[in-house]
C-alpha cells in the first residue's frame, strides 16, 4: 500500500512540475512607511514616532512559479525605508524651539515570498517577507537640543505581506500591506540613558514588475 501511495505521489508531482512555468525579471517602486504613535520618555526629553509617511523605494529581482491559477512569487531586492521623529525637552511651558523634527533612513535587503492566486488578470497574494538591515543614517540636528541621538535596530527582522494586483501579460502591477512579525527597533539612546525602542513599522508598497523570461 506504501508503494502504491508513494507512485501516486510521485507521479502527481511529475505531472505538476511539466505544468509549472518559471519566470523571472525586474521590479520596483514606491514605499510609504510609518511608525505609527510611539512615545518614549527619557527623563528631561520625550521621544515621539511621527504618523506621516516616509516616501522610500525599492528595486530588484522577482521570479514566479505559475500552475495553473496558483502561483509562487519570490523577489530579493534592495530597499530604502524609513520614518519621522520628533525629540522635545520637557518643559512646564511648551516651547517649539526645544524640539527637532528629523527623519531616519535604513538601507535593506528584502526576500518576500508571496503564494497568490489568479483569477484572469488579477491577483491575490499574502506571505512572509525576511529582511536584513545593513546600512541606517538620520539628519538629527544635535546642536537644536544640545544632546546625542542614536537608534540601533535588528539586523534581521520578519514581516508579513498580503495584497493584490494585476499581471497583464509579462507585466505585473501590484499594492502590498507590509507589517511586522518581529520587531525592526531595538533601542534609542538620548545622551547618556539608552531605553527599548521595539518598533514594527508598517508600509504600503507599490510596485512594478516585467517578466523577462
Do not use: W
Amino acid at each position: 500500500m506504501k508503494k502504491v501511495v508513494t507512485l501516486i505521489v510521485f507521479v502527481l508531482l511529475i505531472n505538476y512540475s511539466a505544468k509549472a512555468i518559471f519566470s523571472y525579471g525586474l521590479t520596483g517602486g514606491v514605499n510609504f512607511c510609518s511608525l505609527g504613535d510611539v512615545e518614549v520618555n527619557f527623563g528631561d526629553y520625550k521621544l515621539f514616532g511621527e504618523p506621516d509617511n516616509y516616501f522610500g523605494f525599492h528595486l530588484g529581482a522577482t521570479s514566479k512559479i505559475q500552475l495553473n491559477s496558483l502561483f509562487i512569487q519570490p523577489d530579493l531586492l534592495f530597499s530604502s525605508v524609513g520614518s519621522f521623529l520628533r525629540l522635545e525637552e520637557v518643559l512646564d511651558e511648551p516651547d517649539f524651539d526645544r524640539r527637532e523634527y528629523f527623519s531616519a533612513k535604513f538601507y535593506k535587503i528584502d526576500v518576500p515570498v508571496m503564494l497568490g492566486y489568479q483569477f484572469g488578470p488579477i491577483r491575490v497574494f499574502a506571505g512572509p517577507s525576511y529582511s536584513l538591515t545593513f546600512g541606517k543614517t538620520n539628519d538629527y540636528n544635535e546642536g537644536t537640543l544640545e544632546v546625542p541621538f542614536e537608534q540601533s535596530v535588528n539586523t534581521s527582522s520578519l514581516g508579513y505581506q498580503f495584497g493584490a494586483g494585476l499581471g497583464l501579460g509579462n507585466l505585473i502591477l501590484d499594492i502590498k500591506y507590509e507589517g511586522g512579525i518581529t520587531d525592526f527597533g531595538n533601542t534609542v539612546t538620548i545622551g547618556d540613558i539608552t531605553k527599548s525602542f521595539e518598533t514594527r513599522p508598517r508600509q504600503v508598497i507599490l510596485s512594478i514588475g516585467l517578466l523577462l523570461f
